[in-house]
């Protein structure tokens, strides 16, 4: 597939790096060579031109008309449309723009950019906003995510001693036919195991458990989270835009305080999020005083939104000092992720991921609902319809021999989910959620689509 990223900036360079591992045609665009002078001669598969993508000569050098999928990520949002718009016209087959607006976001106006040839658009904070809220409604929760409209839910926990009754059984024993959840994947210091039967969960693992709504109880009963507090009320390090997204968008039982040290700010804020839920207090989150000041010790939750990824980590090291156990930090540089999993930060995001996440839905031929990095796991989480005739509904999943690093963590049929076993015959329409390790997601897409579709053809070549 022949991609365009044009800006490389965090989000661009990001999705160069993670692309050009999987066998892609890349080229990355920017007018500032300093900005890709670190990619030149590296270990990336990919073609860096410093040009603008506003530039029509310059796109038709690109080859934009043979472009397969065209992605602005540049700072600029009028750019970002401009060029989409561009190379539309110019014969790109999909376009992907990174806007800063979130009402261009809506239904309501999602055909207006269709027309004008764009057919998607990101906008990371309003998607960080809204997994910082499903943080925040389970206290005992690392990551959530939610399948299929909700039919089924992804958990990533981590393992502390309450769970001592999950370790030293092999998950066979633990995930059997009519167990209410499956162990999709662990991970375990720097390491991401996609487990089989065999596997034997361990103390400091965060173990991801795919499972059903009416399960949760369960599940949070069985590694041992049923005495964490849920969070009621919480406190933020930062007032920016993902800040005020998680102000309007929050649950009306969670109180909010944010504290923001620009005064200039604050009565933005105080204008944006006039309700009687929402404190917002002028000063700097670092001062512990302060936080005791502003009640630190009442709250359930501490999230740390500052632009600077080193103090939103120390941010939330004091707060869990101070007593807070759910704290959520903003951690933007890549380097700094798996460091913030060690110091036992919680739940970590990352605008870079949840951008590439929504992107790489655009890469997948078959009729893929969703498809998610995780951030503190190596790994990839994808929704894939099975298509009629398709290698999937052929034969029972015991049966079928997938890619090493690839598990079914469960299956949505007529808007019921439930847990797949090595007896579970997959039918036309069901749609089965995949994980894998990162990278992995394009060798399991044949299973599910018609052996003589044109797209099968088409991915059969890539592979050759």
Known sequence: MKIIIAGAGAVGTHLAELLSQENHDIILMDEDSSKTEHLAGGDYDLLIMNASPTSISRLKEAGVAHTDLFIAVTPEETKNITCCMLAHTLGAKKTVARVDNSEYTTDRYRTVFQSMGIDSLVYPEELAAQEIIDGLKRSWVRQYWEVHNGALCLMGIKLREEAKDLYSKPLKELCGPTAPFHIVAIKREENTIIPNGNTQMQLGDIAYFMTTKKHIPTIRKIVGKEKYEDVRKAMVMGGGDITVHVALAKPDNIDLRIIEKNEDRCKVLAEQL??????????????????????????????????????????CLAAKRLGVRKTVAQVENMDYVGMAGKLDIGTIVN??????????????????????????????????????????????????????????????????????????????????????????????????????????????????
Do not use: W
Not at 283 to 296: K, V
Not at 298 to 309: D, I, P, R, S, Y
Not at 426 to 447: A, E, N, T
């Open 274 to 315: 006039d309700n009687g839920d929402t404190m917002i207090i002028h000063g700097d989150a670092r001062d512990t005083d302060l936080l005791i000041d502003e009640g630190i010790r009442e709250v359930q939750g501490f999230v740390a939104l500052t632009n600077n990824t080193e103090n939103n980590i120390l941010a």
């Open 351 to 464: 605008k870079k991921n949840i951008a590439a996440s929504h992107i790489y839905r655009m890469l997948l031929d078959t009729d893929v609902a969703n498809i998610r990095r995780l951030t503190i796991a190596d790994a990839d989480i994808a929704e894939f319809i099975a298509k009629e005739g398709s290698p999937i509904t052929s034969k029972p999943i015991r049966e079928l021999r997938f890619p090493e690093g690839i598990t079914l963590g469960g299956l949505v049929r007529d808007g019921v989910g439930m847990s797949i076993g090595g007896n579970t015959q997959v039918q036309p329409g069901d749609c089965v959620v995949v994980f894998s390790k990162s990278g992995k997601i394009r060798q399991i897409d044949h299973y599910f689509i018609t052996p003589n579709s044109s797209i099968s053809r088409f991915i059969s070549a890539l592979k050759s």
